[in-house]
């Protein structure tokens, strides 16, 4: 069966520092992990995905996270937090043999301090 | 373009009341689903629909049916409400095509209370 655990239910930083949210994977086949974001009373929007292209994977917002098989991980960063960014984010995995069908994490909720 | 709807937005149910949740999608998608979000425990899978015609169950579909219409539309119906089955309830599409990958589109949610 595949997983996700994502370290921190709640994370803060300051304005402009750096954001990492962390996200473990496990999975017998190789995966195709997700980031998501959920801005408050809304639905899910895509922030970026792997799916066995290039490892360090670009998003929208200035997001990006980095596929490490070797770590089992694919950690969120953002160099400059924003305001904006406080939200919840979810990491999300599924596989080849199962469709589309995500298992998400549990979720990390981001605070910005200014 | 829409994107995935839901409707009601809210809805206030007694314990042992019925009630249809309605999705629809405009983006010419084969799959669609439905979760269940609640506090510490992310989305979970209530049950799916990989193309017209199929349903599946995913990882919590006791208390719940689903019917998917139509290409466009997904329904989720809880026959007898209880109090555990209040939580935030989203619909999501997906083109699904091989060799799959695709991005899961939402809707906005229903918050769904059961007293």
């Known amino acids: 069966a595949q997983s996700v655990t994502q370290l921190g239910s709640h994370v803060s930083v300051s304005e402009g520092a750096l954001v990492l949210l962390r996200c473990n994977y496990s999975?017998?086949?190789?995966?195709?992990l997700f980031w998501y974001v959920q801005y408050p009373n809304q639905g899910l929007q895509l922030l970026l995905k792997?799916?066995?292209?290039?490892?360090l994977v670009k998003g929208i917002n200035g997001f990006e996270a980095e596929f490490k098989k070797s770590e089992t991980s694919f950690h969120l960063t953002k160099p400059s937090a924003h305001m904006s960014d406080a939200a919840e984010y979810f990491c999300a995995v599924s596989k080849k043999s199962s469709g589309d069908k995500l298992t998400f994490g549990t979720g990390t909720r981001l605070a910005v301090r200014p | 373009n829409a994107g995935v709807t839901q409707t009601p937005k809210f809805q206030v149910l007694k314990t042992g009341q019925s009630m249809t949740l309605q999705c629809a999608q405009d983006m010419n998608h084969n799959s669609m689903y439905w979760y269940r979000q609640d506090p510490g425990m992310g989305l979970r899978l209530i049950y799916y629909s990989a193309s017209e015609g199929t349903t599946d169950k995913g990882e919590v579909p006791n208390g719940y049916n689903v019917s998917r219409l139509n290409k466009r539309e997904f329904s989720l119906r809880l026959e007898s409400a209880a109090p555990s089955q209040t939580s935030v309830y989203f619909c999501?599409?997906?083109?699904?095509?091989?060799?799959?990958?695709?991005?899961?589109?939402f809707g906005p949610g229903t918050r769904l209370l059961v007293l």
């Open positions: 999501a599409s997906t083109l699904s095509l091989l060799p799959y990958g695709e991005t899961q589109y």
């Open positions: 792997y799916t066995s292209a290039a490892t």
């Open positions: 999975s017998s086949v190789p995966p195709y």
